[in-house]
């Protein structure tokens, strides 16, 4: 069965560059949550999607922006580095926005690294 | 504000060993519970999940989950671990509102062979 699709699976840039991750969930998924894991910490919740519009915020950097597109597929970017944004970045899908009962589906992750 | 907490940051069992990783949350209204899995070098997978009816939740691979609503709990168990469960473990929190998980630290279990 398909799954959530991440792109790159690895990413290393410099301080104060910028980078684009993509997501593409599931198909017919229409909501999207981005989540960032620091190393040995638990999944921090970035921001979400439902239906191209943003559905909620959580601790998102000002330096980092994210929408989703007509496909449902999403995008975070993310300016200005800094080596604290080293993280995996985990992007996750489901049906129906939050008011369907239904789990999160995650993708692989995308792995940045700032040097 | 929403919180889940797990009580165990690292266990260590030997095979065969029974296992139950602690969960509590802070909220007071209605919530859909889920423990999630990390494998190493893998992404979250969903192990159960816990959204209304029998409170005794059943999972893949021999896990299984208790809700008690009065304890705001949700425990993690399993009668009898492998080698292969070897993994981080997530319980997470959704609320009927926004719709986003709230995870907990985690709990990292080492199961020995």
């Known amino acids: 069965a398909a799954g959530v699709i991440q792109s790159p699976r690895h990413l290393i840039k410099e301080k104060r560059e910028t980078a684009t991750l993509k997501c593409y969930p599931i198909?017919?998924?229409?909501?999207v949550y981005w989540y960032q894991q620091g190393p040995g910490q638990d999944p921090q919740f970035l921001i979400s999607f439902y239906e191209k519009m943003q559905s909620d915020k959580g601790s998102i950097p000002d330096r980092f922006s994210a929408q989703q597109f007509s496909d449902y597929h999403s995008e975070l970017n993310m300016s200005s580095l800094e080596l604290g944004d080293s993280a995996l970045y985990f992007c996750?899908?489901?049906?129906?926005?939050?008011?369907?009962?239904?789990?999160?589906?995650f993708g692989n992750g995308t792995r940045l690294t700032v040097t | 504000a929403q919180s889940v907490s797990q009580h165990n940051h690292h266990v260590i069992l030997s095979e065969a060993a029974s296992l139950e990783l602690g969960c509590n949350y802070s909220y007071g209204g209605t919530v859909n519970l889920f423990w999630y899995v990390q494998y190493p070098g893998q992404h979250l997978q969903l192990l159960l999940k816990?959204?209304?009816?029998?409170?005794l939740v059943k999972g893949i691979k021999g896990f299984e989950a208790e809700f008690i609503k009065s304890k705001f709990s949700f425990n993690l168990r399993k009668p009898s671990v492998q080698w292969s469960d070897t993994a981080e473990y997530f319980c997470?929190?959704?609320?009927?509102?926004?719709?986003?998980?709230?995870f907990g630290q985690g709990t990292e279990l080492s199961v020995k062979p």
């Open positions: 997470a929190v959704k609320n009927n509102q926004g719709g986003k998980l709230i």
């Open positions: 816990y959204f209304s009816g029998d409170p």
């Open positions: 198909p017919r998924h229409d909501t």
């Open positions: 996750a899908s489901r049906l129906g926005g939050s008011s369907y009962n239904s789990p999160l589906h």
